[in-house]
Each structure stands twice: as structure tokens, then as C-alpha cells.
């Protein structure tokens, strides 16, 4: 285990936990592929989640390369990373409670922590020295020091009266050393403020609607937005004023009264905001609605190949690229959100799963499960420029978003 | 000299060029301070200009450390950076024509070219592959291969009938590969294409107005604006739609009738965008004004300690930090977006002259020239949290400046 720099707000006591911190020797781990030289910048880096395999390659932007792999990372399907605040980390978040952390400059892995049955993502504080882990089983949220994987603070999601404990969803990091989730079972939403990590404050929201599934931070941290999979409508929180209490917005979002078979429930954190206005998958129709952002209204609705699933905007705002559900999901369409218009289908293959843009947007990457491939495209030539096997690839993050709040 | 990657499209030929590329043997230039290694993730490094001295420091903000120094790198005063694509090197645009390339990791000059005679900053290409620079003498841009500092493109700012060169300022980064600038003598924007290296294609917009003196990119990368030092108002072009030509923009921006005493023409890239406001440096007022972004009108004015020079938001756009020209320029001044209101004076000491935001916006560098510190406050509490002495510091600029458009 390497600690890189220690907390200058070192908890001064750690809650009894359940979970078992496994120390991974360093040395024993060989990556799969070779890394030429440690000495080099990371701010081009990446890496992509081999589902089935369990791994993550790890690639660079620069040459498009892939340039090492690590295996043995448990259950990666529907895996989720955040990176540390110098970029040289991923902590990979496993289906399994595995949390992992890899070293994207030697290809290792250098923690690994089983810290729960189940888990559905994290997210790392804004100071970059806390992690947390949004879990199924046991339900609740779980939060370690970013440089050892020592667990720091344990928050059970407990609610009603036999205390029973909700699943965690839409665990998201917010300015402020917040942290912001939400409650599948109890339909509430909770901030915890770990400024005093050892002392978290939690406020609870409750009555939110049923069944939360999924949420996302506006790029801002302010608006925090929560679907609901047992009913129509979002419940939205505004973090610059949360003792104003959940809003519900867009009531006609979600799966209607119509019965539409959904084939898979959009991503929430696939909404694309663009200026003022945000594009979201509708769900269960092959539409990409357009939002109002100051008003919260829909404004507009774009007619696309199938049922959306990531709906992600170019970083100047000036495309959103979408992928789709089965059976559509060889197909990505690209819209220009001036016209509101698509203005180009591409089939990269079966299986498209996801979509990472280049931090300054020029390129952007799409894995491509059923070919076994990651490929590149130039966004202004729409054209494809560069192919990179990877084993079942599905989730690609790039080490940017270290920078960016509410992932 | 050292070249870790080569371009995707190399130059098939370069124009001549007058510029001198200095070949800086690595081993000879000892770091000034020691770096323990060379290993170690580039997302938290950033360097402080020491204008006098004519160094840089650098810093890294995980724990508010300086880590290396790097020596002779000419005449400083007004000097600007920006960064590879992978956040390891520098770029130090010095007033001399000097254009430095330094190494983070190690704290090494690696390349230098004696360029021009006078210069006054410049810009990385989107891709990462160009380095431009704006010169007043001889009066252009010059284009580098961001690798090597091989020559690229050179780009005369001639006008008018006798093909004399106007001073260029206000060069900017661009989506789809793009620079743009405008000409002082000439009353002119050009943006230059450079999908194409070896031939830049030029468009030039003329009449633009008087003497423009600076310029700004929205953080979309779509609105370039110039502000014009012999006339009111400012002249703004629509990168989407360039055909449609400049248009003029709040025509009683400047310095008015009034013939205040300017102390210091305030930078337009202190233009801090929140929202869909801006929060801009009024000329010669004591005061800070709110425009609105889409309409392009002035709907707010807020007084401040004096005549303001670098205003700048958060990454959270909730609170906006300014700082003032002299006999005003040991304050720092802190507004909430959402009251317009100032909500703390700061004095951290004589000659403030700049501010860098941490990417999630927890921490704020500032430079106190007079005191030879660099201070770094937490935004949340708006109390010290760390002083790192430097000499006589200007500016300052994270690497995390290479995941954004337009600076």
C-alpha cells in the first residue's frame, strides 16, 4: 500500500467497520502489458473496464495507445472509476464491493478493499482525500482515505421504523467536502458533509418519490436530480439551497402511463448540458428531449434511432453524441444543438456501451462490446481515426475528470 | 531536446522562419530545489511566475507545496503559460520572445526558442500538437511543434498597402483546431485554421474597431471578444457563425467620456462566466458589472474596493474573486453570484496581482508580490490555509488549464 501524501485533517478516530482491507503487495503484480517509462505526465491517461474479464486497461489520448492492463479486479460489470486529484489513480468501483485502487503510471494494483456485498459506483471528495462507495448491501454509503484505503467514516442508509437499511444510487461528490446519494428503498435523499470526516453531518430528505434509480450534479455542483423508476417525474435538489427541500420537476418524465417496453433505463449521468439547456434520453421512446435549464420546462424533442441510454455533449457544447438501447445499440447518432438536428448516424458496431469525450472535446472514444474494440472518432470529421482491442469493453474514463465536480 | 510523441500529421514543410531555436542540453541545468522523483501524477502540479527573477516555481497543491525551481528563462514581467495535452510540460511565454518548455516532473528547461523580439503570450492548438505565439515585433504568429519547438507556420499580421505589421495580442486557443487573435495597429480579428499545418488558412475581419487591446474566449470556446483601448465598447465574433462578421457589444464599456485616470486596463481573461452571466472589470470604475450572456446587455453593477483587474469565478460559479489596480492592489474582494453582493475584503498584502482556482474550486492561489508569497485560501471558510514564499510572483496557472478551451 503507497501513501502519497497524508491528510491535513487526519480523522482522529475511525467507526468500526465490516470490511476487510486486503493489502495487495505491490511487487507481485505484474501488468499484462508492458509501460515503457513511469516518468511521464498523466494527464492524458485513461482507462477502459473489461467487464467480463475483470480488468481496466489503461490508455493515453495523446497517440491513442492502450499501454497496460490490470487484472484481477473482480466483478466489473456496470464498474464506475473516479481519480485521484494528481491523475496518477483510478479507484474502480466493482459490482462486487470491491474497491480498487490502480496506479495508471506503473500499471498496477496498489489497494484493494472488499468493503461491501454489492455496491453501484463513488465518487471522491472535492479535496480529493475521501472516497466513498454507494452500496446495495449493506445498504449505505462507505468512505476511505483516498491515499490508503483506511476506512474513515461508515453511513448505514437506515429509515422507517425497524431500521432497516435502503440501497444506495446516485452517489455523487459536491462542492463543499459534500457528498450526495440517494435512497432506492426509502425514497429520500441524503448530503453528508464530510469537513469533519471523523463527524459526518447528514441531512435527510424524505418523500422524494419511489424508487430513486439513478441521479447526476448539474456540471456547476448546484442541482442535484434524482429519476424515479416507480413513477413520472425527477426530484431535484438544490445544493445552494437545500433547507428549500426536494422540487419536483418535469412530471412527465419517465415511463408514462403508455406501458412502453423500456429496454434498459437510461443513464442519468448521461445528460448533456449544453449552455442553458440540457439533452436527456427520454425513456422508453426514441427521443432525445431538450430541457429548459432556468425554467426546468421541455422545450424540444429530437426523433433518434432507438431508446437513448448516454446522452453526452462535446465539452464546447456544440454536439451531443447518443447511444442506444437493443436493438439499436449498434448505432450512434450525433446531434448539433444549434439546429437541434441529427446530422450524422454512425454504426461503429454491436454493443455500443459508452462514450468518453476528450477533455478539450477534438476526439472521442466509444467502446464496442461485441467487437471487442474501443474506437476512436475526430467529432469535427466525425470520421473514425483510431481502433484499440480491448476485451468486452464498456465503461471509458479519462483522468480529466479528476478536475471536474459531481462524477 | 526531448520529443515524447511525434504528430499524427507531421508538417510536410516549413515555412522559413527568422526565429533562433536554441538546442538546451538536459543535463546541464540542475533544478534549483531538489524533486524527490520523478514518478508521480502531473494533475496537481502548476507553476508561479517570478517575474524579477526571471524563474518559475513550481507547486503542487495536494499539499500546498513548492517542489522545484527553474532558472533563466528571460524577461518575465507579463508572462503567460499553457500546458501539453498531458500536463507535464509548460509553456512560458516570456515578454522577451522567449518561449521556454520546462518539465514539471523534473524541473528542467528542455527547449527554448528565442522567437521574436517582443511577445505577449500565446496558446496551445486543441490537439495538443502547435504551440502559438502572438508577437508585437516582428508583428504575427508564430507556430511551434509542441514536441520538438520545430518551427511550424508563421503568420505575418500584415495590413494595408505597404504591408507593415501590425502588434498582435489576445491569441486564443479554439474548437476545431483554430487560433485566434486580433491586430492593435491593423483594427482586426483573424482566426487561422491550422487542420493543416503546413497551410494555415486565414480569415480576416476588418473595421473591428480602435486599437483592440485584449481579448477573452467564452469557456465554450464559442464567443471571442476584444476590447478596444481607443474606443468604447467591444468587438465580439460568433465562432460558430463567423460569416456573420464582428458585431459591437456593450457600447459604453470602456473607458467613457468621464476620462477617468485608469490605473491599469483590466484583462478581459479575467472575464468570469457563471452561469449565463458574466462578471467583468468595469474600466476606471470601482466597480465590477453583470452582464447577461445572452441578450449581451450590462444588468448589474457592483461596487468594489477600486478599480478591478482580474475577476474571476470559482469553478462552482458561486462566488467570484477580484482583485484591484493601484493604490487598491493589497485587497482581494469576494462577491456571491446569486446576491451580487461583496461578501468579504481580504487583505493578503501589497501588489495582488493574480488568482488561480484549484479545478474543483476547494482552494484559491493567489500572488502578493510585495510580500514575495504566494497565499493560498480555502474558499469555503475564506481563511489562509497555507504561504509559500516566492520572488516577486506574477502569475500563476494549474495544469489542469490543459483540459480547457480557449485560454
Same mark, same amino acid.
Given at each position: 500500500m503507497i501513501a502519497l501524501?497524508?491528510?491535513?485533517r487526519p480523522p482522529t478516530r475511525w467507526p468500526s467497520m465490516?470490511?476487510?482491507?486486503?493489502?495487495?503487495?505491490?511487487?507481485?503484480?505484474?501488468?499484462?502489458?508492458?509501460?515503457?517509462?513511469a516518468e511521464r505526465g498523466t494527464g492524458d491517461l485513461g482507462v477502459v473496464i473489461e467487464r467480463a474479464a475483470g480488468s481496466v486497461q489503461i490508455i493515453e489520448t495523446s497517440g491513442?495507445?492502450?499501454?497496460?492492463?490490470?487484472t484481477d479486479l473482480g466483478d466489473l460489470s456496470h464498474a464506475s472509476v473516479v481519480f485521484s486529484r494528481d491523475g496518477r489513480y483510478a479507484f474502480v468501483f466493482g459490482r462486487d464491493g470491491g474497491l480498487s485502487k490502480v496506479d495508471l503510471l506503473t500499471a498496477r494494483l496498489v489497494g484493494r478493499t472488499e468493503q461491501a456485498g454489492n455496491s453501484i459506483g463513488g465518487a471522491i471528495s472535492q479535496d480529493g482525500r475521501l472516497v466513498a462507495v454507494a452500496?446495495?448491501?449493506?445498504?449505505?454509503?462507505?468512505?476511505? +482515505?483516498?491515499?490508503?484505503?483506511?476506512?474513515?467514516?461508515?453511513?448505514p442508509a437506515t429509515y422507517g421504523d425497524d431500521g432497516a437499511r435502503s440501497k444506495v444510487i446516485g452517489l455523487v461528490d459536491a462542492p463543499g467536502q459534500r457528498f450526495v446519494f440517494s435512497l432506492w428503498d426509502a425514497g429520500e435523499i441524503w448530503i453528508a458533509d464530510l469537513s469533519d470526516p471523523a463527524e459526518p453531518a447528514i441531512q435527510r430528505f424524505t418523500d422524494i418519490g419511489t424508487n430513486p434509480? +439513478?441521479?447526476?450534479?448539474t456540471p456547476d455542483g448546484r442541482y442535484y436530480i434524482a429519476g424515479l423508476f416507480g413513477e413520472d417525474g425527477l426530484a431535484m435538489l438544490d445544493l445552494w439551497h437545500p433547507q428549500a427541500g426536494v422540487r419536483r420537476i418535469l412530471g412527465g418524465y419517465g415511463r408514462g402511463e403508455e406501458a412502453l417496453p423500456v429496454y434498459k433505463m437510461p443513464h442519468l449521468e448521461g445528460w448533456a448540458v449544453a449552455g442553458r439547456r440540457a439533452f436527456i434520453p427520454a425513456v422508453g421512446h426514441h427521443a432525445v428531449l431538450v430541457v429548459d435549464l432556468d425554467t426546468w420546462q421541455q422545450v424540444g424533442q429530437i426523433p433518434v434511432a432507438g431508446q437513448p441510454v448516454f446522452v453526452m455533449a462535446r465539452p +464546447?457544447?456544440?454536439?451531443?453524441?447518443?447511444?442506444?438501447?437493443?436493438?439499436?445499440?449498434?448505432?450512434?447518432?450525433?446531434?448539433?444543438?444549434?439546429?437541434?438536428?441529427?446530422v450524422q448516424s454512425l454504426e461503429p458496431g454491436p454493443g455500443v456501451l459508452h462514450m468518453e469525450f476528450e477533455p478539450r472535446g477534438e476526439e472521442v472514444w466509444v467502446s464496442v462490446r461485441d467487437r471487442d474494440q474501443v474506437q476512436v472518432y475526430d467529432t469535427a470529421t466525425l470520421a473514425p481515426v483510431a481502433t484499440i482491442p480491448a476485451d468486452k469493453p464498456s465503461g471509458i474514463f479519462l483522468s480529466a475528470r479528476a478536475h471536474r465536480i459531481g462524477l
Open positions: 501524501w497524508t491528510g491535513r465490516l470490511a476487510v482491507l486486503v493489502l495487495v503487495p505491490v511487487l507481485s503484480l505484474a501488468p499484462s502489458l508492458p509501460v515503457d517509462a491513442n495507445h492502450a499501454i497496460g492492463r490490470i452500496n446495495y448491501e449493506p445498504g449505505g454509503v462507505r468512505i476511505f +482515505d483516498a491515499a490508503t484505503l483506511a476506512p474513515v467514516a461508515d453511513i434509480y +439513478d441521479a447526476l450534479l +464546447d457544447g456544440r454536439q451531443v453524441w447518443v447511444n442506444f438501447a437493443l436493438p439499436h445499440n449498434h448505432i450512434v447518432q450525433v446531434i448539433d444543438t444549434e439546429t437541434n438536428a441529427v
